[in-house]
């Protein structure tokens, strides 16, 4: 586990330094580490934090599902994406249970990557699976990415995936010329696998991601088939998507007998670099 330079206190904001198995500011304010290796700096409130982000249900599924290797291209693209860019600070912006934070610092060791979502279960998984590994320069955190615990212009790069976007607070965190790097459900994605839960089936809209503080670099588009073995595979990448909690029982049932599902993976990836 690597600490990133320019942690802040999410309550008054002062730098936070490690003491101990804490992190610390002047204002006393303290947060332990959990044995697993992640910290909780989601800014207390009327937020239910062992209820934010994702359920244990979720990420189990999730964890499941990318050791099955459907996704492996996905991350093999956002690896090879960041490959020419200045990289010292990395901040995957919801990044769930960690696939991806992981493999981006697997491939660059020199980089700190840190890892931030709401979800206690899914960083606690990023920090337990990356000590398993002994890659040591990930961190990770629950952390809102609307209000992110670091330092203004403290990051090189953002990655957001499959997650909400919030532009001023990554303007915010880039350093100026920093790149942010936000990935997609592409026109086509699980198209087949919505096809079977649904009658009608629509494309997705395509996701137009400007803002007054990024310059448009580029728009890349990743598209490939996979073949899904297994029911419990199957169910579990529907249990990782949105259509999970939108899906009727009688749908979700014509899933459930399923042992192969062939369907389209889309990502539509949007290239912004902080003017």
Request: aromatic fraction near 10%; proline fraction near 3%; glycine fraction near 8%.
């Amino acid at each position: 586990m690597t600490i990133p330079k320019g942690l802040i206190c999410p309550i008054c904001q002062s730098k936070l330094e490690k003491v101990g198995n804490s992190l610390k500011c002047e204002s006393s304010h303290s947060y332990d580490f959990a044995k697993s290796g992640y910290v909780n700096l989601l800014n207390p409130g009327k937020m239910n934090n062992a209820k934010a982000g994702e359920s244990k249900e979720m990420i189990k599924a999730r964890t499941a599902f990318f050791s099955g290797g459907s996704y492996a291209k996905i991350r093999e693209y956002l690896i090879e994406l960041i490959s020419d860019l200045p990289k010292d600070v990395i901040v995957d912006a919801g990044c769930g249970e960690g696939y991806y934070t992981e493999g981006v610092a697997e491939k660059y060791s020199d980089s700190t990557v840190i890892g931030f979502d709401m979800s206690k279960h899914g960083t606690e998984h990023g920090a337990k699976s990356s000590r398993a590994k002994k890659i040591e320069n990930t961190f990770f955190s629950v952390s809102n990415i609307f209000n992110m615990p670091l330092e203004n212009e403290s990051a090189d790069i953002i990655i957001n995936l499959f997650a909400p976007v919030s532009y001023e607070e990554f303007a915010r965190v880039l350093k100026k010329g920093g790149y942010l790097i936000i990935g997609a459900s592409g026109a086509k994605h699980l198209y087949e696998m919505k096809s079977v839960l649904y009658e009608t089936v629509y494309l997705n809209e395509l996701n137009v991601h400007k803002n007054d503080a990024f310059e448009m670099i580029c728009v890349k588009n990743l598209t490939y088939g996979t073949e899904i073995s297994g029911n419990e595979s199957i169910m579990n990448l529907f249990t990782m998507t949105p259509y999970y909690h939108h899906t009727s029982d009688s749908d979700k049932a014509k899933l459930s007998s399923l042992e192969s599902l062939y369907t389209t993976v889309e990502v539509d990836f949007t290239i912004l670099r902080k003017r």
